[in-house]
T-cell receptor, first 115, second 112 residues
Framework: KNQVEQSPQSLIILEGKNCTLQ??????????LRWYKQDTGRGPVSLTI?????NTKSNGRYTATLDADTKQSSLHITASQLSDSASYIC??????????????FGKGTHLIIQP | DADVTQTPRNRITKTGKRIMLECSQT?????MYWYRQDPGLGLRLIYY???????NKGEISDGYSVSRQAQAKFSLSLESAIPNQTALYFC???????????FGPGTRLLVL
């Protein structure tokens, strides 16, 4: 069964500090991995997509990495801001062509930035 | 204007009542989805539809039904609401298989 595990479940850091969120998956065959940001009271929004051949991708202060061999991804946030407080959800897509969209969702990491 | 809208945004109902949650989109996507989100459980798929004549059950469809009235409209009904259906409900669309999901703002439902 395809699974996506995220860690930590929750994280509190001070404004201006860096942090890294982890996503481990057992999804086969792998197609892509997306990180979503969900602000409180709102729907998730896609931050970045990683495909099999990509190791690193940046979106402003967010940098995602992918190690397809170990089936791990990380999301690094640099110089955190109060607006980074949100839940971050890792979603992995297979390319089996079956089901809804071959999507497996992680349960998310709840990040709180303190001033 | 938002690409994916949901109504109502908040709803309180009583056990046994029938309620409908509505979703509309202007993205022109054929693929639409209903999810529920519970603390500690993440997003779980209830139903999905790839066009007006296509309706499919997700992993937690029991107690729910859907209607795809048009390409842009996808409604979720709770036939007889029960307290464990208290959750945050999201509608989403996507353009392609495995593509990015575009979520609505969510409906917060409380069943008493």
């Amino acid at each position: 069964k395809n699974q996506v595990e995220q860690s930590p479940q929750s994280l509190i850091i001070l404004e201006g500090k860096n942090c890294t969120l982890q996503c481990n998956y057992t999804v086969s065959p792998f197609s892509n991995l997306r990180w979503y940001k969900q602000d409180t009271g709102r729907g998730p929004v896609s931050l970045t997509i990683m495909t099999f051949s990509e190791n690193t991708k940046s979106n402003g202060r967010y940098t995602a990495t992918l190690d397809a061999d170990t089936k791990q991804s990380s999301l690094h946030i640099t110089a955190s801001q109060l607006s980074d407080s949100a839940s971050y959800i890792c979603v992995v897509s297979d390319n089996s062509g079956g089901g809804a969209d071959g999507l497996t969702f992680g349960k998310g990491t709840h990040l709180i930035i303190q001033p | 204007d938002a690409d994916v809208t949901q109504t109502p945004r908040n709803r309180i109902t009583k056990t046994g009542k029938r309620i409908m949650l509505e979703c509309s989109q202007t993205k022109g996507h054929d693929r639409m989805y209903w999810y529920r989100q519970d603390p500690g459980l993440g997003l779980r798929l209830i139903y999905y539809s790839f066009d007006v004549k296509d309706i499919n059950k997700g992993e937690i469809s029991d107690g729910y039904s859907v209607s795809r009235q048009a390409q842009a409209k996808f409604s979720l009904s709770l036939e007889s609401a029960i307290p464990n259906q208290t959750a945050l409900y999201f509608c989403a669309t996507s353009e392609t298989y495995g593509g990015a999901q575009y979520f609505g703002p969510g409906t917060r439902l409380l069943v008493l």
